[in-house]
């Protein structure tokens, strides 16, 4: 009989349905006089929303194993956001003139990647202070067991040295 893993609680760091953020197909090629950077910026910032909405929800439902797939798709995304915001910002003429919608579609985006961005940290800070507390607990409790009993070569009880070493090893890897 299995049961459910038991949720952490994220301090409601994204709503449980996850709101559309923008209309834009960004596997079309960019619209007549639309700036190429930016719709690769666009694209890019769609694709670590939705890389870090699923990272929050393996820590919703406790599969922090799950997560380490996503690592590297997230670390070449980030690593592309950025190369992409300095780009931009050191050569703001790549940019060109932007239409409307499209400066109101990346507008709506860069609003939403931040505020999922925000949420994730607090996920995993929450995760990591769960994971803190269990591993607190397991070190008190084995620190609490009295060293001076033990068991002998046959598993029977037996007494050792009071002040024979008692050692805990954890790893806190998160």
Same mark, same amino acid.
């Given at each position: 009989?299995?049961?459910a893993a038991?949720?952490?609680?994220l !301090?409601? #760091?994204?709503? +449980?349905? =996850? $709101?559309?953020v923008?209309?834009? /197909?960004?596997?079309?090629? #960019?619209? #007549?006089? &639309?700036?190429?950077?930016v719709? !690769?910026?666009l694209?890019?910032?769609l694709?670590?929303i939705?890389?870090? +909405?699923?990272?929050i /929800?393996?820590?919703?439902g406790?599969?922090?194993? &799950?997560?380490?797939?996503?690592?590297?798709d997230?670390?070449? *995304?980030a690593?592309? @956001? +950025?190369?992409?915001?300095?780009?931009?910002? /050191?050569?703001? !003429?790549? $940019?060109?003139?932007?239409s409307?919608?499209?400066? $109101?579609?990346?507008?709506?985006a860069t609003? @939403?990647?931040?505020? %999922? *961005?925000a949420?994730? +940290?607090?996920? *995993?800070?929450?995760?990591?202070? #769960?994971?803190?507390? %269990? *591993?607190?607990t397991? %070190? !008190?409790?084995a620190?609490?067991? /009295?060293?001076r009993f033990? @068991?002998d070569?046959k598993?029977?009880?037996?007494?050792?040295?009071?002040r024979a070493? =008692?050692?805990?090893s %954890?790893?806190?890897?998160?």
């Amino acid at each position: 009989m299995s049961r459910a893993a038991p949720e952490i609680p994220l !301090d409601a #760091a994204m709503p +449980e349905t =996850h $709101a559309p953020v923008v209309g834009i /197909d960004t596997s079309a090629p #960019a619209a #007549a006089g &639309e700036p190429a950077e930016v719709i !690769d910026l666009l694209e890019t910032t769609l694709r670590l929303i939705d890389v870090l +909405e699923g990272e929050i /929800d393996m820590l919703r439902g406790m599969n922090p194993e &799950e997560m380490q797939a996503l690592q590297q798709d997230k670390i070449v *995304l980030a690593a592309a @956001y +950025e190369s992409q915001l300095k780009r931009l910002a /050191d050569q703001p !003429d790549l $940019a060109g003139p932007l239409s409307g919608e499209l400066r $109101a579609e990346l507008k709506q985006a860069t609003e @939403y990647f931040q505020e %999922v *961005l925000a949420a994730n +940290e607090r996920a *995993l800070r929450a995760a990591k202070t #769960a994971t803190k507390g %269990v *591993l607190q607990t397991v %070190v !008190d409790t084995a620190n609490r067991q /009295d060293p001076r009993f033990s @068991y002998d070569t046959k598993g029977q009880p037996s007494r050792r040295n009071a002040r024979a070493p =008692h050692a805990v090893s %954890v790893n806190e890897r998160l």
